[in-house]
Nanobody
Framework: QVQLVESGGGLVQAGGSLRLSCKAS????????MGWFRQAPGKDREFVAA????????NYADSVKGRFTIARDNAGNTVLLQMNSLKPEDTAGYYC???????????????????????WGQGTQVTVSS
């Protein structure tokens, strides 16, 4: 059974930075494609960033492109989300998700849809003040 625990959220002023971590326990992280999603109050959960099982491919929502970076540390069983130049509209609960990609056609596939992910963390709150 896989468990995901996010950390690194908090309160930051606009223009600041935060780094979110998602620690996975269970099978090796190299089995999984990974993603970050967020949900603001009163809104649907939305895709933020994703990285392939191989780590060679990434994808970002247009709203965060150029400001956020997703990376994986397989040795540490951790996926990171570096968030720079934060804006008040980035305020949300942030959730990491993983997908067992061992049966996928390629280790280089990136998934942006929620329903492609098997396991989810509990979330960490990010609040950006103006």
């Amino acid at each position: 059974q896989v468990q995901l625990v996010e950390s690194g959220g908090g309160l930051v002023q606009a223009g600041g930075s935060l780094r979110l971590s998602c620690k996975a326990s269970g099978p090796p992280l190299s089995y999984y494609a990974m993603g970050w999603f967020r949900q603001a109050p009163g809104k649907d959960r939305e895709f933020v960033a994703a990285i392939s099982r191989s780590g060679s491919s990434t994808n970002y929502a247009d709203s965060v492109k150029g400001r956020f970076t997703i990376a994986r540390d397989n040795a540490g069983n951790t996926v990171l989300l570096q968030m720079n130049s934060l804006k008040p509209e980035d305020t949300a609960g942030y959730y990491c998700a993983i997908r067992d990609g061992r049966l996928d056609n390629s280790p280089n596939i990136v998934y942006t849809a929620e329903n492609r992910y098997n396991y989810w963390g509990q979330g960490t709150q990010v609040t950006v003040s103006s």
